[in-house]
């Protein structure tokens, strides 16, 4: 499979565009259709979304710690539940998942959990996975009630080699949990890397997976050595081919603004209320302080194919993979289909990131010059 992949990376190499590195001329690409939607209400960081069977969503906003109902049909956001420790509280929502029915998966970072929220967005119980380290920061669930996430290296005795991590599929009812494949994590910084303070944990930029898991329950790992998407179904394995180009150098500016939203949208110990986790005030993210943490952390030296945290299964079982964009450009996803071939490439308008795929709706966020986000809804494109 490896030469297989070898030679389609000679053929690709080939056929670059000339205004997009790394995306292959063979593909076409599409725009999004009309907006059909947008809350006038304004968030701070959105991180996590849930498009509900009526159309609602539930929103979860970062830096607020507001868990929110939002009805594009009335302009209405509706907040749901409130900040601390006890059964139907929360402490810096993150990701949701759709879940057992009709019923959200919210990750509770600040209070190392996971929540269960019914179809009007709030809490009903709560729970501690009980299948080891990662658990609590879930990547994926499915129909059936799996949860799948990764387990850190560094809770690992001896860790895997190249810096590679477990995906395990957790069932909640029946306690079990296996282990499904090995991706390749994050890189670790290499030994003697001077301590100049605060830094990132692990060399960025560097070539590492992505996945996903799609509402049936098959996952898509999308490989970062070659650009090629290795899908588990159950007992089967399959492999689509390699999608690699050429792509760019990393600019200070790229390290400069990766180190900024990293600081924003990481928990870090000690913020928080009673010196638990909390995000990193905008007060104190100054460029003095964003300058140090560039130093003081490692890089690689070229852009990798795509963003791991940015890959999206859609309701038809399709993969969106967001490639990597400079600041000033709009951002672009590379979507393929069941056999892991690469169909299209959409470019979203300026200036948004994708939030959420809908069943019918692509969700958008839009940050402007005072950090504050606004949350839009457009038609998903006709993909052939």
Do not use: K
Not at 104 to 128: C, H, K, Q
Not at 158 to 166: F, G, I, K, Q
Not at 196 to 216: E, I, N, Y
Request: glycine share 12%.
């Amino acid at each position: 499979m490896i030469e297989c992949r070898a030679q389609y990376l000679a053929v690709t190499a080939i056929a670059l565009t000339m205004g997009w590195p790394g995306v292959a001329s063979a593909q076409s690409n599409v725009a999004l259709g009309p907006r059909t939607g947008v809350i006038s209400e304004s968030f701070s960081l959105l991180r996590g979304a849930r498009e509900l069977a009526d159309g609602h969503l539930i929103v979860t906003d970062w830096i607020e710690q507001r868990i929110a109902l939002v009805d594009f049909g009335r302009d209405a956001v509706a907040d749901r539940g409130r900040v601390g420790g006890g059964p139907s509280e929360f402490r810096l929502p993150g990701a949701l998942f759709p879940w057992r029915g009709d019923s959200t998966l919210l990750v509770d970072v600040g209070n190392t959990r996971l929540s269960v929220l019914d179809r009007d967005g709030r809490i009903t119980r709560a729970f501690r996975p009980s299948s080891g380290a990662g658990a609590a920061s879930p990547g994926g669930t499915d129909t059936r009630g799996g949860i799948y996430h990764v387990v850190p290296a560094w809770s690992r005795r001896p860790p895997l080699p190249n810096d590679s991590v477990e995906l395990v599929l957790w069932d909640p009812v029946t306690g079990t949990a296996r282990t499904i494949a090995n991706v390749q994590g994050s890189t670790r910084p290499p030994p003697g890397s001077p301590d100049l303070g605060p830094r990132v944990p692990f060399v960025v930029f560097a070539r590492q997976d992505g996945w996903t898991v799609t509402p049936t329950g098959r996952v898509a790992i999308v490989r970062g050595h070659d650009y090629g998407i290795d899908w588990i179904d159950g007992d089967r394995r399959s492999m689509g081919p390699s999608h690699a180009t050429a792509m760019g150098p990393v600019t200070a500016a790229d390290r400069t603004a990766f180190v900024r939203r990293f600081v924003a949208g990481s928990a870090m110990s000690g913020r928080g209320e009673g010196g638990g986790l909390g995000h990193v005030p905008a007060d104190q993210l100054t460029d003095d302080a964003v300058a140090r943490m560039v130093r003081a952390s490692a890089f690689a030296e070229s852009l990798p194919f795509f963003r791991p945290g940015a890959v999206f299964a859609d309701a038809a079982g399709r993969i969106w993979v967001g490639r990597w964009t400079r600041d000033g450009e709009p951002a672009r996803f590379d979507v393929f289909d069941e056999a892991g071939r690469r169909i299209q490439t959409v470019a979203l308008p300026m200036e948004r990131e994708l939030l959420l795929l809908g069943a019918r709706s692509i969700y958008l966020v839009r940050t402007d010059n005072d950090g504050l986000q606004t949350l839009e809804r457009y038609a998903l494109p006709g993909l052939r």
